[in-house]
Structure formats: C-alpha cells, structure tokens
C-alpha cells in the first residue's frame, strides 16, 4: 500500500510538474530585445498581425516590452500581456516594468508575486487589469494607473504591503473582492463614477486610519475593512440600505462612525472587535441587527436600540465590558441567546412588553446587574439566562401568570437575597411554580402594568411619548390606572379613516387629532387606519421607468424627483419616439413617469384644461391589447398576440400609415417639435392651434413662434 502511495504521489507531481512546463513554456515565437532579454510571444491574430507577451528570460532588472516585434518578416502589434507571463515562478530579478501604448489588457496573475518587482509603467492606453495582476508584488511602492483603465480585477494589488500611493481612475465603477487588500495604503480617494465596493476590498489595509465614501456607492460587500487595524473613523455614503457582514470586523482603532439613515440593517459581526468604538447611534430606519454584531465592543458605554428594530440577532453584545445601560426596542418579539453575556458593567434593564422569550445565557455573568424587569408578554426564559448576575437585588416580574422556570435562570444566592416583585394577587402562584418559588423574598402588589399596542396602517403615524408609531405595530407598558394621551398625525394629503380601539371605532371620541384612554385597567390594542384625499394620487413606481395614467386631473409641478412625459412625435428613419416633459396632465391621459423605484409619490390633482397631441393610449381598466407597442424597460416593443394590460398603466399607438420596427427607441426632450408625425395624424380640417409640444392652444397665439393648424407648420409673427 505504501509504494502504491509512493507511486502515485511521483505520477502526481509529475503530471504537474509538466502542466506548469506547458503553462510557463508554451508559446509561438520569441524575439531577443536589443538588452539581450529574450521575450516569448502568442500570435492572436493573424489577419490583424497582433500577439500577446507569454513570458520573458535573461531578466536583469529592467524590462521594456515592444509596441511592434517582428517575426518571420512580419510585423506584429503587441497588445496584451498572457496569464502569469511574468510571475515568481516563471521570472526572476524583475525590478522594472514599462508597458507599451499598444497593450490594452494585462491578464490575470500577470506579476503574481514578483517579490522584486518595484515600479511599473502603464500605457494610456490600458483599459483592463486583471484579477492578481501585481498580487503579493511586496515591494512594489507606486503605480500610476491611467484613466483609460475601465476594470480592476479582483486582487489585483492585494497584499502589495509596500504601495503607498495609488490613484484610481475616474471612470471606475467597482472596486473588486480584495483589490487593495493589505496594501501599505494609507489614505485612498474613490472615484465619484464607483457604485459598488465588493467582499475584503480593503481588508487588512494595516496603514489605513480615515476614509470617506461618496454617496455614489449604493453596495458594500462583506468585510470590506476587515482586520484594518488602524482604521479609526470612516464616513458611510447616504445611499447604502445596509452594514454588511463583518463591515469593521477587527478594525480595533475605530472610534467614530455614523450610520447613515438610509441603512435598515446592520449584519453579521458587522462591528464584531471595534474595542476602541465607545459610542454609537442608530437610526430609526434600522429594522434588524444581526449575529454578533457588537460583539467584542470592549469599551461601548450605552446603547439604545429603536423602536423600528424588530430583529436583535443571538450574541449581539457579548463582552461589551464597558457597557451600562442599554434601551431596548419596544417592538422586539426575542432576546436571544448570550445577547449580553459577560456584559459586566451592565446596572438595570427592562425587559419590554413586546418579548415574549428571553434566550438561553441572554445576560449570563453581567456581574454588576442589580435590576432587571421582565415585561408581561414573556412566556419562556431559557437556561442560564441571569446565571452569575451574583448582584442582583430587584427582580421585578409583570407576568401575570408565572410559567415553569429553569432553576438555572437565576443564581442560588439570588434566590436568596435578591427581592422578587410580583403583579398584585400573583404571589400565591408565585410561589407554587417551580423556579419563583425558590424566591425567599417574594412582594405582592408590584405595580401591575398592562400592554398598549398601536397600530398605524397606512400614511400617517401614532405618536405616545415621543415615539412616532409609522406603518408598524409597536407596544408599550402602562401602568394600572394610568392613562395615554395619543396624538394621531396624517400624512400630507392624507387624512385619518378610521382609529379603532379593541376593534371597537373611536374616531368620533378624538379631540382634535388627539385621543384619549383612561383609567388603564386592561391590555389595549389601538389601531389607526389613513387614506389620500379624493384629489391626490399615490404612485408607487415598481422601476425606474414606467407607463401611468389616473382618471384624476394632475399637476406634476411640485412633485420632486418624479417626471411625466407625453409621447409627442415619431422619428421614421432612427424609428425613435419623442417623449416631452408635461406637466399639468387631464384624466385618462397615457404617461410615461420616471423617478426612483420603489419610492412613493404624491401627486396633487388640479383641474386643467390642457389637451395633448399624444400618442400615449392610457387605460383605466384591465384591458386586452392585441395592436400596438409596450414600454419593456427603457424601450417600446410592439404586441404579437393579445395581451392583458391592466389598469393605470398605457400603450403606445402609432397611425396605420406610419411604418415603425418592431422595437422602438426612447428619446427623451423638453421640447420636442412633434413635426415628423402631426401631419399623418391630425386631421387636415382641424383648425385649433397647437404648440410644437402638441399641446392645443386656447384661441390664437399671441406669442411669436411655430405653430401647428390644419396639420401645417405655421410662423406667427
């Protein structure tokens, strides 16, 4: 079996052995340069006379690569660099690089360790670095990359510990899974062109201390300054929706970052080790925060998570040894497991009325713990979950009725010193159901407290005690006999329909847009429910481009960032339709709206007397289409069997004796003269006036200019 092995092993690294013979040696010709350095070629194209490098031998420190090389009386023009050509294992002694104009592309692992390697000169005319081009390049110190350069690949400078100064192109999009990975940068620019950053781009970027992201950047990928010890503040870009997975994993100096309020989530050990991060705010737009995500945040003093959050991941906050106080979400559901363990400086914490279980060791061995309440809706708190919390003294429990609790849960000689505070003619169960009842000090007639829900469904929001309840449902204790004064606040241009109390409408009990409860003596649930006024319309864009139509009268005016079109004319030679700005739009009319997906607007209905030359068709109901062109993206596409169109939406429908393509282009203009088409389709009797918009006119221009009557182009002077 041994020499079986022994044998197999040799065929194995002979076949290797060859693979990288052919990998390193194969090539078409070589030619010898002028300094003896001898430079192996791969002819690309014939017919065109252009090659790629494969490699070199007889390096001596510098290498300068041909535009031109000839062979076999032909010239060829060198325009790409091959896979490794010129890595640690198949050159030595390479100190100098310089490339010439006619290269476009250097392919992948190209210097991949070239641990001499110290400068290289790019071409302008470079438009491609492949992925591990200079990776492991340990003393390569500058480089020079031209603007022509569109794509970085992945690694390409990773772990060149030596680069100090780099300047990215300006017309750059991405900034690729570990590019600039352990590089000896200290301070990077990203372009404004740059959208996306991807997994480790930074990581272990051991110089880097401040750093600043534009707000082009709508992605960041795991770990993006993982391990980047030194980095001490970064600011976040407005457009990102979320701190990714191990964002700032280890990156031990951080001290300051501010979290955008577009973000709604926070990931997994997304700050997992920032020991130096004292403080940190989140934003009311976070729904979730995941697995570990403070975890190791030695010196974070105090917390208070939103009421928006819904999701507080397992381990969030483990040995956060500094931390004291800590708000917790009023619409939690879950404390998980170890959420807080072994936070030793943590004094008190209530427990909201939301949760309803507390995980295994959630606060285990949070030694300076003296006060803990348990809100009401709690029904199971796992093992260990206050274990070690040796100095508790207040324990105060609003549940009404005491389930089976593990005799883990709290300490012994908690049990013995600590007071138990029970709702009011709750001790007798108390004290028959194992785990309380081992309680030596148990106080009847504790505050009872009772659960207050809101509900806002709709545009508008419930606001008790400085918390703004919005298109979410939140609860909130209420001690027995208090009341709530709860203040209800519509959107603009929306209005409250109905506000209901245990199911029962109340909306006729308000005062103002405030309502009332007193005398707490139960759980209340309140639900508040808006609408729009009858003269505004909701848009709720589904892409960024899409075809609309309301049987309101419009106004776009003052509606921010969304756009209404009309399509007024038609290009027969460039088969382009004409599409112009409009603003005030009668019912029925076909649109195009542009704006940003998934964003809601609300546009004001205004009467208008405007009429449109249009040949946007808009439906109002489901409607079978089996003739005419639909919007597919940022194109028409004509129909070829019938087709359901469905309300709101509108069709585009040329004349019969308009020859048009299948596909139609969009041509987007303030002011188009919708001459190419008025006269195939206005009626050569029509007498009314129109702009070159296409919009009729009420009587005759008063304003010189072009106009169009009786299907003719009119100059008034």
């Given at each position: 079996?041994?020499i079986?092995?022994?044998f197999?092993?040799?065929?194995?690294?002979?076949?290797?052995?060859?693979l990288?013979?052919?990998?390193?040696h194969?090539?078409?010709?070589?030619?010898?340069?002028?300094?003896?350095?001898?430079?192996?070629?791969?002819?690309?194209?014939?017919?065109?006379?252009?090659?790629e490098?494969?490699?070199?031998?007889?390096v001596?420190?510098?290498?300068?690569?041909?535009?031109?090389?000839?062979?076999?009386s032909?010239?060829?023009?060198?325009?790409?660099?091959?896979f490794?050509?010129f890595?640690?294992?198949?050159?030595?002694n390479?100190?100098?690089?310089?490339?010439?104009?006619?290269?476009t592309?250097?392919?992948?692992?190209?210097f991949?360790?070239?641990?001499?390697?110290?400068s290289?000169?790019?071409p302008?005319?470079?438009?491609?670095?492949?992925?591990?081009?200079?990776?492991?390049?340990?003393k390569?110190?500058?480089?020079?990359?031209?603007?022509t350069?569109?794509?970085?690949?992945?690694?390409?400078?990773?772990?060149?510990?030596k680069?100090?100064?780099?300047?990215l192109?300006?017309?750059?999009?991405?900034i690729?899974?570990?590019?600039?990975g352990?590089?000896?940068?200290?301070?990077?620019?990203?372009?404004a062109?740059?959208?996306?950053?991807?997994?480790?781009?930074?990581?272990?970027?051991?110089?880097?201390e401040?750093?600043?992201?534009?707000?082009?950047?709508?992605?960041?990928?795991?770990?993006?300054?993982?391990?980047?010890?030194?980095?001490?503040?970064?600011?976040?870009?407005?457009?990102?929706?979320?701190?990714?997975?191990?964002l700032?994993?280890?990156?031990?100096?951080?001290?300051?970052?501010?979290?955008?309020?577009?973000v709604?989530?926070?990931?997994?050990?997304?700050?997992?080790g920032?020991?130096?991060l004292?403080?940190?705010e989140?934003?009311?737009?976070?729904t979730?925060i995941?697995?570990a995500?403070?975890?190791?945040?030695?010196?974070?003093?105090?917390i208070?998570?939103?009421?928006?959050?819904?999701?507080?991941?397992?381990?969030?906050f483990v040995?956060?040894?500094?931390?004291?106080s800590?708000?917790?979400?009023?619409?939690?559901?879950?404390?998980?497991?170890?959420?807080?363990?072994?936070?030793k400086n943590?004094?008190?914490v209530?427990?909201?009325?939301?949760?309803?279980?507390?995980?295994e060791?959630a606060?285990?061995?949070?030694?300076?713990?003296?006060?803990?309440?348990?809100?009401?809706?709690?029904?199971?708190?796992?093992?260990?979950?206050?274990?070690?919390?040796?100095?508790?003294?207040?324990?105060?429990?609003n549940?009404?009725?005491?389930?089976?609790?593990?005799?883990?849960?709290?300490p012994?000689?908690?049990?013995?010193?600590?007071?138990l505070?029970?709702?009011?003619?709750?001790?007798m169960?108390?004290r028959?159901?194992?785990?309380w009842?081992?309680?030596?000090?148990?106080?009847?007639?504790?505050?009872?407290?009772?659960?207050?829900?809101?509900?806002?469904?709709?545009?508008?929001?419930?606001?008790?005690?400085?918390?703004?309840?919005?298109?979410?449902?939140l609860?909130?204790?209420?001690?027995?006999?208090?009341?709530a004064?709860?203040?209800?606040?519509?959107?603009?241009?929306?209005?409250?329909a109905?506000?209901?109390?245990?199911g029962e409408d109340?909306?006729?009990s308000?005062?103002?847009?405030v309502?009332?409860?007193?005398?707490i003596?139960?759980?209340?649930?309140i639900?508040?429910?808006?609408?729009?006024?009858?003269?505004?319309?909701?848009i709720?864009?589904q892409?960024?481009?899409?075809?609309?139509?309301?049987?309101?009268?419009?106004?776009?005016?003052?509606?921010?960032?969304?756009?209404?079109y009309?399509?007024?004319?038609?290009?027969?030679?460039?088969?382009?339709?004409?599409?112009?700005r409009?603003?005030?739009v009668?019912?029925?009319t076909?649109?195009?709206?542009?704006?940003?997906?998934?964003k809601r607007?609300?546009?004001?209905?205004?009467e208008?007397s405007?009429?449109?030359?249009?040949f946007?068709?808009?439906?109002?109901?489901d409607?079978?289409?089996?003739?005419g062109?639909?919007?597919?993206g940022?194109?028409?596409?004509m129909v070829?069997?019938?087709?359901?169109i469905?309300?709101?939406n509108a069709?585009?429908?040329?004349?019969?004796?308009?020859?048009?393509?299948?596909?139609?282009?969009?041509?987007?203009?303030?002011?188009s003269?919708?001459i190419?088409?008025?006269k195939?389709?206005m009626?050569?009797?029509?007498?009314?006036?129109y702009n070159l918009?296409?919009?009729?006119?009420?009587?005759?221009?008063?304003?010189?200019?072009?106009y169009?009557?009786n299907?003719?182009?009119?100059?008034?002077?």
């Open positions: 079996m041994l079986m092995k022994t197999l092993r040799k065929i194995f690294l002979l076949a290797a052995a060859l990288l013979a052919t990998a390193v194969a090539y078409d010709f070589s030619v010898d340069n002028e300094d003896g350095v001898t430079i192996r070629y791969n002819i690309l194209s014939a017919s065109d006379k252009t090659c490098v494969a490699g070199a031998s007889g001596r420190g510098n290498l300068v690569i041909p535009e031109t090389v000839s062979y076999s032909i010239t060829f023009k060198v325009i790409g660099i091959n490794r050509a890595w640690h294992g198949a050159v030595s390479l100190f100098s690089v310089t490339i010439p104009n006619s290269i592309q250097i392919d992948a692992e190209t991949y360790c070239c641990y001499d390697l110290v290289v000169k790019l302008d005319s470079l438009k491609i670095i492949g992925a591990g081009a200079f990776d492991s390049c340990k390569l110190t500058t480089i020079s990359i031209p603007n350069v569109s794509y970085i690949g992945k690694k390409a400078f990773n772990n060149c510990t680069l100090t100064s780099l300047k192109p300006d017309g750059l999009t991405c690729t899974e570990g590019m600039l352990g590089t000896g940068l200290s301070s990077i620019d990203i372009p062109s740059v959208t996306t950053i991807e997994d480790g781009a930074f990581a272990g970027m051991s110089k880097l401040n750093f600043e992201i534009p707000n082009t950047v709508t992605s960041l990928g795991t770990g993006v300054f993982y391990n980047c010890n030194y980095l001490k503040s970064v600011k976040l870009p407005d457009s990102i929706t979320s701190i990714s997975d191990q700032f994993g280890q990156c031990y100096s951080l001290t300051s970052i501010e979290i955008p309020k577009s709604t989530s926070i990931g997994y050990r997304s700050f997992y920032c020991g130096a004292t403080s940190i989140i934003p009311e737009s976070v979730q995941g697995f995500a403070f975890f190791e945040c030695w010196t974070l003093a105090s208070e998570i939103p009421n928006t959050v819904t999701q507080l991941g397992d381990w969030a040995r956060c040894e500094k931390l004291a800590v708000t917790l979400s009023n619409s939690l559901t879950k404390i998980g497991e170890k959420t807080f363990y072994e936070c943590l004094r008190s209530v427990i909201p009325s939301s949760v309803t279980s507390v995980g060791s606060f285990e061995n949070c030694a300076a713990l003296t006060s803990v309440t348990l809100g009401s809706s709690i029904e199971s708190i796992g093992a260990k979950a206050f274990a070690l919390c040796h100095s508790l003294t207040d324990v105060v429990s549940i009404k009725k005491p389930f089976v609790l593990n005799n883990s849960v709290f012994n000689i908690v049990k013995m010193a600590a007071t505070y029970v709702p009011r003619g709750t001790k169960a108390y028959a159901t194992e785990g009842k081992e309680f030596l000090n148990i106080e009847d007639g504790a505050t009872t407290s009772y659960r207050l829900t809101l509900t806002a469904n709709g545009d508008g929001a419930i606001r008790y005690n400085g918390v703004a309840v919005k298109n979410t449902s609860s909130f204790e209420v001690e027995e006999g208090g009341s004064n709860l203040t209800i606040e519509a959107d603009e241009h929306r209005e409250l109905s506000l209901t109390m245990d109340v909306t006729g308000m005062e103002g847009n309502f009332t409860i007193a005398d003596d139960k759980d209340v649930e639900v508040a429910t808006f609408r729009g006024d009858a003269n505004t319309e909701t709720v864009l892409s960024d481009m899409q075809t609309f139509c309301s049987d309101k009268d419009l106004d776009f005016n003052n509606c921010d960032g969304l756009e209404a009309i399509v007024s004319g038609f290009k027969p030679e460039t088969n382009e339709v004409l599409l112009t409009v603003s005030e009668p019912a029925g076909g649109l195009i709206i542009r704006g940003e997906a998934g607007y609300l546009v004001t209905g205004r208008t405007f009429i449109y030359l249009n946007l068709k808009g439906v109002l109901s409607t079978s289409l089996s003739a062109y639909l919007l597919n940022d194109v028409f596409e070829n069997t019938p087709t359901i469905h309300a709101n069709y585009l429908s040329l004349p019969a004796s308009v020859q048009a393509a299948k596909i139609l282009s969009l041509k987007f203009s303030e002011e003269t919708n190419d088409l008025v195939d389709d009626p050569q009797g029509d007498s009314h006036w918009q296409g919009t009729r006119l009420n009587g005759t221009p008063t304003t010189p200019g072009i169009i009557r299907g003719r182009k009119v100059w008034v002077k």
